[in-house]
C-alpha cells in the first residue's frame, strides 16, 4: 500500500478498525504508515501514528524494530497527538542506550511544560522514570522535578502518575 493510499484511509476514520486490522495483517506495508506518521505537513496524520500506537499493543516485537525511528520523530515533532502516541509506544520498550541522553532531555521539556497536553505529559514522565531506573543519578532531580510539577499543574492524571513515580523513586534510594 502507497503513503498516498494510506492518507487516503485515514480520512475515513469511522473505519479505522478495518484499517487498524490491516496494518495487523500486512505487515510489508508498516514501513508506509509509518511515512505517513512521521509526517508534520498535515494534522490528520496522527491518525496513523493512532494505527501504529494500536498495532504496538498487538505485536511489540515487531514495532520495537522500529523503535529508533519512533523515537527520532518523538525528538523533534511538535504534533501533540502524535507525541501522545509516541511517546507511550517508547515508553512500552526498552530505551536504546544511545537514546538516553536526548530522549531524557525531550522529556523533561515536555513534562514540565503545561502546554502539552496531560496525557503528553504523564507518558513523558513514564520515560523519565524508566530512564532514571537505569541512571540512578538522575532520581534526585527527577524527585524535585515531579513534586514541583505536582504543585504548580495538579491536574489528575499527572498526580495519580506522579505519585505511584515518587513512592517507586523513593523506595529505590530509600529517602
Request: proline share 6%; hydrophobic share 45%.
Amino acid at each position: 500500500m502507497t503513503t498516498e493510499e494510506i492518507k487516503q484511509l485515514i480520512t475515513d476514520w469511522p473505519n479505522r478498525e478495518l484499517i487498524f486490522e490491516h496494518f495487523l495483517r500486512n505487515e510489508d506495508d508498516f514501513p508506509s504508515l509509518l511515512e505517513v506518521a512521521f509526517d508534520d505537513s498535515k494534522a490528520i496524520n496522527w491518525r496513523a501514528a493512532w494505527i501504529v500506537d494500536h498495532l504496538n499493543e498487538q505485536n511489540k516485537p515487531f514495532v520495537a524494530t522500529f523503535l529508533p525511528q519512533i523515537i527520532a520523530t518523538a525528538l523533534k515533532s511538535e504534533n501533540s497527538s502524535k507525541l501522545r502516541h509516541f511517546l507511550k509506544i517508547i515508553s512500552l520498550h526498552p530505551i536504546p542506550p544511545v537514546s538516553v541522553g536526548l530522549l531524557f532531555d525531550r522529556a523533561f521539556t515536555i513534562f514540565t511544560a503545561p502546554r502539552y497536553p496531560v496525557a503528553v505529559r504523564v507518558h513523558a514522565l513514564q520515560i523519565l522514570y524508566k530512564i532514571a531506573r537505569t541512571e540512578k543519578e538522575l532520581i534526585p532531580e527527577l524527585v524535585q522535578t515531579i513534586e514541583n510539577e505536582l504543585d504548580l499543574h495538579p491536574s489528575a492524571g499527572l498526580k495519580s502518575r506522579g505519585k505511584r513515580i515518587l513512592k517507586a523513586l523513593r523506595s529505590q534510594t530509600g529517602c
